[in-house]
């Protein structure tokens, strides 16, 4: 939003408006096979260098209309021919494009039209909508001529359709800056660290840096991160504020903060919240489209009156969202994919921003939104943004394809089948990482995903889902292909080795985020990422591609040393060769501080396999002290009904995988928990693939091993023993069971006031 001598002006995207005012019909989400971000760039480019000298490719274009100020970005114009195109990139079968894409692209190029009339004062204009199918590279070319009368009526019946939500918007965006400058902090004062977060949040805002905070367990994170961001919001323009969490207990802490902050006083705060979509659905056996779902069907003909209502629900939550979707008949996920345009705080998952396709990040870019990003738990970003950027194929998933695909199809999957035999060939151990990717294979994998689209383009019934499965892992693949380099490998396992290509798995396995990652940080106003364990920073920093200038705080502990008991048994090794001899001693040591202080307990192993000969160990050394177990894979009641023991003055010990769904966001205060007992350092497995993850962490960052398997495994430690102490009134103590936990360099990495000291 910005001023002139006419008042507020309201900042529309070209493309922003003709959604809002030209979609229409249904919501149609069957697969069509689009082109990935760089083919449609290389298409625009193919058309731009097929025009003559004169032609201008990205044309920015303006102008006004009462408080509107529409702007954007016309494909190209040929001044000779006095001709604005606006090119659309696209595979298979021009009739398969719906009748709605095309209204809508119309209405963005009538209004390029209008803005070129107005700019260089002509009378009319040709205007072409051309479509560039990226298989056969062949222009479909669709034309027309308007006057600039013609075209201001047009482009004026846009706006007034507009203007009356725009002025809506702008009201609320006002009142909005104007409550947040008066923002109060929500309890009468902070709590210890909770100021030093905030205060640190707040200057990274101010002065649009990135931020790494390692914040302990039990000072109000949640909201000590968003009230600054908020407090800062109108002074540095903060269109909105995205709040991003590793799991769903993290989303709602951030929907019960934002309620929190706006209790009790008028703040128009819109907060939405985005779940995924099979959680989200409605009709599970039904498909995304006008022909299957009532709710798909005539989408953005009722989409308008949704729209209205939901912006006057100031906490868009999963619930709200239901509730207003069907009683307007919309899709309820997809309303709320509508609704982050309009929202002030919008909290999700890690992909809304960080994924390759994510939306948050797309839909900034586009509309040019000035944003602050939160991410919660932010330890978990490696890890989950490795996988983001992962893609595997395995030989089982092209036979399973082969088996069910039209012949039409034999040819081209017999040729991804011979050229994967080749790279069977060049990789004859169980494991090896090759030293770039194959070219014949690529090409022929690439051939395959064509071949399928082409045939999804002919017949365009569903695909067998094998099929379909390998066409998904296929384009997969070949993305990640284009932009390979030493932030990722290409490897080759087979996971029973007998000497032939047959269960062979190709993987193009990310193991640095920071490329695909770095652009994320750089777009946004500024970027906090927090956890009680970010420590090294620089690891984060490094793999994550964080800006040069990120700053760093590690909040000052509420707790002190006296309400946790830390004692490192060094006289136990936990080592994979020694396990058999530590169970006597673990389960001894286990023993004998329940009896010293009974009272409930965690005690966390590095597998299953570990937990369960530990488990049968104890039980059948000391049948008197309860204890129960973590399983594998286990649903959501059976986790609940594992934490339901432990209740305050009840008495055993829950043995639980480190690093599994009782290892971190467990909140269990008082005397519901107090003691762990950690029997290992968390390391990875050593194995062929960490061991080369450690060769290329050693090439990059010389920190081979710290950056593979010290630091990710301590971090699990501390996350587990951070179980125990919740709030300042909380007492326990922590075993950590392993010489190795002895050593100056592990020390360092556990927090700054613990106090560990040694027993036998």
Known sequence: MSENDSGARYVVAVRALCEFTAKQGDLDLRFTPSPTAQEGIAGHAVVASRRGEQYRSEVTLAGDWGPLHVRGRADGYDPDRNLIEEVKTYRGQFASIPDNHQRLAWAQLRVYGHLLCGQLGMDEVNLALVYFDIGSQQETVLRETRTRTELAALFDDQCRRFVAWAGQELAHRTARDAALTTLRFPHADFRPGQRQLAEA???????????????????????????????????????KVFFLAAKTPGRQLALDAAATLTSGATIPLRVLELSARDKACEHPDKACHGESCPLAKGFYDRLPAARE?????????RAALRDIGLAHDVCPYYLGSEMVRWSDVVVG?????????????????????????????????????????????????????????????????DK??????????SAPVPYQVLDGLPDKFLNALQGAASAITEHMAAFPAPLDPALQDFYFAALQFGRLAESFGDHSLFDVARANFSGHERDTTLCIRNVVPAPFLGPRFAYAHSTTLFSATLSPWHYFADLLGMPADTAWVDVDSPFSASQLDVHVAHGISTRYQERAGSLAPIATLMADQYRARPGNYLAFFSSFDYLQQAADRFEREHPDIPAWRQARRMSEPERAEFLARFVAGGCGIGFAVLGGSFGEGVDLPGERLIGAFVATLGLPQVNPVNEQLRRRMQAMFGAGYDYTYLYPGMQKVVQAAGRVIRTEQDRGVVWLIDDRFARPEVQALLPAWWHAGQAA
Do not use: C
């Open 201 to 239: 949040i707040f200057r990274a805002n101010a002065n649009g840096r990135s931020l790494l905070a390692q914040a302990p367990t039990g000072i109000g994170k949640t909201v000590g991160t968003l009230f600054p961001v908020l407090k800062a919001a109108p002074a540095h323009g903060l269109d």
């Open 309 to 317: 209502a939901a912006a006057h629900v100031p906490m868009l939550d």
């Open 349 to 413: 998952d890690y992909n809304y921003w960080f994924d390759g396709g994510a939306m948050l990040y797309a839909l900034a870019l586009e509309r040019g939104w000035k944003v602050s990003v939160l991410a919660d738990e932010a330890h978990n970003l490696v890890s989950r943004a490795r996988s983001m950027y992962t893609a595997t194929i395995q030989r089982g998933d092209l036979r399973a394809a082969r088996a069910v695909a039209p012949p039409s199809l034999h040819k081209a999957l």
């Open 416 to 425: 991804v089948k011979r050229a994967w035999t080749d790279v069977g060939k």
